[in-house]
């Protein structure tokens, strides 16, 4: 039962435009997004969060978009660059539940020089 | 300014062997987490720890596995008679708090079963 999915494996992007990841959900207790971004040999690096009581959180070159009707949420990078690079993960988390995350399968990004 | 601290980074056991993961959080952090990533897949929850509490570990095999936290000394999650089926990248993540979502993650342990 895959509560978080990213049906995206991958994304290839030019640099200097847009890349958009995809992720959707199936639990509608869930109230707490994050993206993380993962480097081969490396541990998940925290990239930005959003509350369910929002839809658009802006952090940089960075922005996570929440549709909460839809169980959708996009994380966007403009520009992209080289250095970004890696496996994107979404995760979830409800309300009380002890801080654990729930998270996508992932999405290699390619940002092409 | 160190880290989320795991060591060892590679592992490799042969089956039926114990393997032992340990986690050092980041200074100040009290509440430890940890993940395995079969190959291919997303991260996984196995279980969460506060100093010599376990709070949560629905996400822990019922068989073999299991983890503490002493009130001194690293966090260790230990596997019992490993099998292949067990070979994941390990990720511990601290955090200071409860709730406290965008933590950090150690680099991980990389365990091979032979």
């Known amino acids: 039962d895959q509560q978080v999915k990213q049906n995206s494996p991958s994304l290839s992007v030019q640099e200097g435009r847009i890349s958009i990841l995809n992720c959707d959900y199936t639990n509608s207790m869930f109230d707490y997004f994050l993206w993380y971004k993962k480097y081969p040999a490396e541990g998940p690096t925290f990239l930005i969060s959003?509350?369910?009581?929002?839809d658009k959180n802006e952090d940089g070159r960075f922005t996570v978009f929440l549709n909460k009707s839809a169980k959708h949420l996009s994380l966007h990078i403009v520009p992209s660059q080289p250095g970004d690079s890696a496996v994107y993960f979404c995760a979830a988390s409800a309300q009380g539940n002890t801080g654990k995350l729930i998270f996508g399968q992932g999405t290699t990004l390619q940002v092409k020089p | 300014n160190a880290g989320v601290m795991q060591n060892p980074r590679h592992l490799v056991r042969r089956r039926g062997q114990e393997a032992r993961l340990r986690c050092s959080p980041m200074k100040g952090h009290s509440h430890v987490y940890w993940y395995r990533q079969l190959p291919e897949e997303g991260l996984k929850f196995m279980v969460y720890?506060?100093?010599?509490?376990?709070?949560?570990e629905s996400g822990m095999p019922k068989e073999r596995f299991s983890a503490e936290f002493p009130k001194e000394g690293p966090s260790i999650l230990r596997i019992q008679q490993v099998v292949r089926g067990d070979s994941a990248a390990y990720f511990c993540?601290?955090?200071?708090?409860?709730?406290?979502?965008?933590?950090?993650f150690g680099s991980g342990t990389r365990l091979t079963v032979v």
């Open positions: 993540a601290s955090s200071p708090g409860e709730n406290y979502y965008g933590y950090t």
């Open positions: 720890l506060q100093k010599e509490n376990i709070i949560d």
């Open positions: 959003i509350s369910s009581i929002k």
